[in-house]
């Protein structure tokens, strides 16, 4: 059983490139969340989908875009990435009330 | 103020100490807890969930008081693997789904 799984797991981007970072869980679980962690600093909520076909901002959604393009995946995008965006992030999903569960990060660093 | 509260120590402890660590939460309509462990640059791993009559698994004791909003987690004889930070999460009702609001961690640092 693989989980949450995320791709790429490293990449190294010039500003102004875009990308996406892809998230896929097999769980069956209705919502997903894209965070971000940089050093030293908590989890910080970028994106979630409550379940399939939405999507709402979390605290830090400037510069990011998300799409949940069915139950399984939800993929995170950066149209024009800026060196303050050089951070980890983190994938998650859940259903209801229950605990989340995470990929295990794409480490992005911005030149 | 934050919603979810912790001290981000660290906490340096000898191995075999046993050490606990607490985790506020300032909403009284958080419904359920949850502790988790993160290694440095590793994702965040559930560790246990708090069950409002406490709940042990094996050296880990975590605890809900509801009346002090407050969990803890307690770890007796510590090993120098449980070395990490621990992440609280709370999660709350709220416009008909639930918001899931984790704590900035607390450090460990298991001493040899």
């Known amino acids: 059983n693989a989980g949450v799984t995320q791709t790429p797991k490293f990449q190294v981007l010039k500003t102004g490139q875009s990308m996406t970072l892809q998230c896929a869980q097999d769980m069956n679980h209705n919502s997903m969340y894209w965070y971000r962690q940089d050093p030293g600093m908590g989890l910080r909520l970028i994106y979630y989908s409550a379940s399939e076909g939405t999507t709402d901002k979390g605290e830090v959604p400037n510069g990011y875009n998300v799409s949940r393009l069915n139950k399984r995946e939800f993929s995170l995008r950066l149209e024009s990435a800026a060196p303050s965006q050089t951070s980890v992030y983190f994938c998650?999903?859940?259903?209801?009330?229950?605990?989340?569960?995470f990929g295990d990060g794409t480490r992005l660093s911005i030149l | 103020r934050k919603e979810v509260e912790q001290d981000p120590g660290p906490f340096n402890v000898p191995e075999g100490a046993t050490v606990a660590f607490n985790c506020t939460y300032s909403n009284s309509a958080s419904q359920s807890f949850f502790w988790y462990r993160q290694d440095c640059r590793k994702e965040p791993k559930l560790l246990m969930s708090v069950y409002s009559s406490g709940n042990e698994d094996g050296r880990f004791t975590a605890q809900l008081n509801r009346a002090s909003q407050y969990i803890s987690l307690l770890i007796r004889d510590s090993k120098l693997s449980d070395s990490a930070t621990y992440l609280c999460?709370?999660?709350?009702?709220?416009?008909?789904?639930?918001?899931?609001?984790f704590g900035t961690g607390t450090r460990l640092k298991v001493l040899a």
């Open positions: 998650a999903s859940r259903n209801g009330d229950q605990p989340q569960h």
């Open positions: 999460a709370v999660n709350r009702p709220t416009s008909g789904t639930y918001k899931y609001i």
